[in-house]
C-alpha cells in the first residue's frame, strides 16, 4: 500500500459520516513538488469537503507523511462516463412556465426554496449536496438520498433543488410527487386500463429531475416498487436526476424490495439530523423577521433551548408568539413567551414514555406489562406499536432509549413506526384512531 492510499485510510477513519466517506472514497490523491493534491469528482466534492474537511485533511496528511505540506484542492479531469449514447445533442424540450405562475404539474411548493433552509452543522452536508443538483451535473452522485426524522426539512430541501432549477434553466423538465400518490396513481392507472399514460409521465423523455418524498411508505407494494424500479432505471440509465427522501436509510427498510433498497443507496445517501441549539436560534430569529416581528435574544434562546424536537414545532412557537403578540398588543418579551407556551413546555415534562405507556395501555384494554412483553399476538403487538409511534412524536427521546423502553431492538422500533407511519396514511380507520389519542392525550396533559 502507498502512503496515498495510507492517507486517504487515516482520512477515512478519522471523518465518520457515512456520507462524507462517500465523497471521501471517490477522490484521487497525488503530490507535485511538495503540494499533496486532492482530485475531486464534482465540483460539489471540491468545495464541500475543501470547506468542511480541509484543516482534518490535511492534519490526516501531516501525521501520515510527518512533514508538513500543503495541500490543494481541484476537480478531476476525467471525463465522466456516459449514460445514454442515443441522446440528441440539443434534445427538444417543452418550456415550463417560470415561478411567478403557480405550477400544476410538477407538484413543487414554491414557498420551499434555498433562502427560506437555514443551514447548520446539522444539515450541510444535504445542503451543499442539493445546490451542486440545482446548479451543475453531479449525476455520479445519482440518486440523491435524504432522510430525517419528521419536521427536520428533507421535503424541503427537495422542492428547493426543483424551484432553483426551474429559475436557472428555462427548459428543464421537473415533477415531484410522493410515494402515497405513485402508489395510488399507478392503482388507478391498472384499474381504469390507462397504465400507457401512467408509464409515459415517468420515463426519461418526460423529466429531467424526478423527486419521489416518502419511499419508506412503498413497504409490501410489490408490484408498485417493481413499478418504481423500472422507472429509476430508465431515468438513471438517461442520466437524468433522481432524489428520493424517507424516514429510514435504505438499509433500514426491510420491507422494501433488496434490489429497491440497492437502487436507494446506489447514489449519495445523506442524514438530516436534529439541528443544535445555534441552528435552532438561527431558525427562530430567520422566522422572527420573515414576519417582521422583533424578537430579544433572552426570548431568541427561551425558544431555541426549549424547544428541540423539530423545525415544525420551532417556527410554530414563533407564529404563536408573532400572533398573540399582535392581539393582544404586548411586545414579545421573556415573560410573554414562558406565558404562551407554558402549556407547550408543560406537556413536554409531563408526557413521558411512562406516561405515553400507561396511557396506551389503558385506552387499550390492556396492562402496560403485557404490552411491553415480548408477545406477538395482535391486541397487543398494534398498541406497543402505537405506543412507540407516540413516544416518537412527544419525547425527546433516542430510539434506542425507546427501545430499551419496551425491551425491544432498535430494529423492531423503526419497524414500529414505518408501520404506524404506514398505516396512518394509507388507512382511514388508524387515522381516525391515532389522531383521537393524539387529542386525548393533549387535552389530558394540558
Request: with cysteine.
Amino acid at each position: 500500500m502507498d502512503h496515498f492510499e495510507l492517507i486517504k485510510d487515516s482520512i477515512l477513519s478519522t471523518i465518520p459520516g457515512t456520507s462524507e466517506r462517500a465523497l471521501i472514497e471517490q477522490i484521487d490523491i497525488t503530490e507535485e513538488e511538495g503540494t499533496v493534491i486532492i482530485s475531486c469528482p464534482s465540483i460539489f466534492s471540491q468545495k464541500y469537503l475543501s470547506r468542511q474537511y480541509k484543516d482534518i485533511i490535511a492534519q490526516c496528511i501531516r501525521s501520515t507523511t510527518q512533514r508538513s505540506v500543503d495541500v490543494h484542492f481541484c476537480v478531476s479531469s476525467r471525463k465522466k462516463p456516459s449514460y445514454r449514447q442515443d441522446v440528441p445533442e440539443n434534445p427538444i424540450q417543452m418550456t415550463l412556465p417560470t415561478l411567478t405562475a403557480p405550477s400544476i404539474t410538477n407538484g413543487l411548493n414554491l414557498n420551499f426554496t434555498f433562502d427560506e433552509f437555514i443551514v447548520g452543522r446539522c444539515n450541510a452536508f444535504a445542503y451543499e449536496a442539493a445546490l451542486a443538483v440545482s446548479d451543475e451535473d453531479i449525476t455520479k452522485y445519482n440518486p440523491l438520498y435524504f432522510y430525517s426524522d419528521i419536521g427536520l426539512g428533507k421535503s424541503h430541501i427537495a422542492h428547493a433543488i426543483g424551484n432553483k432549477a426551474l429559475r436557472s434553466k428555462s427548459k428543464i423538465k421537473v415533477k415531484y410527487t410522493t410515494a402515497r400518490d405513485f402508489s395510488q396513481d399507478f392503482v388507478h392507472s391498472i384499474r381504469n386500463n390507462c397504465l400507457g399514460n401512467f408509464k409515459n409521465s415517468y420515463t426519461s423523455s418526460s423529466l429531467d429531475i424526478f423527486f419521489i418524498d416518502d419511499v419508506h411508505l412503498f413497504k409490501n407494494k410489490e408490484k408498485t416498487q417493481m413499478e418504481l424500479c423500472h422507472v429509476l432505471d430508465d431515468l438513471m440509465s438517461a442520466g437524468k436526476q433522481v432524489i428520493l427522501s424517507g424516514f429510514r436509510p435504505p438499509t433500514s427498510m426491510t420491507q422494501i424490495d433488496k434490489g429497491l433498497r440497492s437502487r436507494f443507496s446506489s447514489g449519495l445517501v445523506i442524514d438530516l439530523k436534529r439541528p443544535d441549539n445555534h441552528t435552532r436560534a438561527k431558525i427562530v430569529r430567520h422566522k422572527a423577521r420573515k414576519n417582521e416581528i422583533a424578537m430579544p435574544d433572552d426570548v431568541v434562546n427561551f425558544i431555541s433551548t426549549n424547544i428541540v424536537s423539530s423545525i415544525r414545532e420551532l417556527e410554530s412557537a414563533v407564529m404563536t408568539i408573532t400572533a398573540m403578540s399582535s392581539l393582544m398588543k404586548r411586545d414579545v418579551t421573556l415573560d410573554l413567551a414562558k406565558e404562551l407556551l407554558e402549556g407547550t413546555l408543560d406537556k413536554q415534562l409531563k408526557i413521558t414514555t411512562p406516561y405515553i405507556q400507561d396511557f396506551v395501555a389503558k385506552n387499550f384494554g390492556i396492562t402496560k406489562d403485557r404490552m411491553i412483553s415480548p408477545s406477538r399476538k395482535k391486541d397487543v403487538v398494534y398498541p406497543r406499536q402505537v405506543a412507540i409511534f407516540l413516544c416518537r412524536r412527544y419525547t425527546k427521546e433516542s430510539l434506542q432509549t425507546i427501545g430499551n423502553a419496551f425491551s425491544r431492538k432498535h430494529s423492531s422500533i423503526i419497524h414500529s413506526l414505518e408501520t404506524i407511519d404506514s398505516m396512518y396514511t394509507q388507512n382511514l380507520k388508524v387515522k381516525r384512531e391515532i389522531d383521537f389519542l393524539i387529542e386525548r392525550l393533549d387535552a389530558e396533559a394540558s
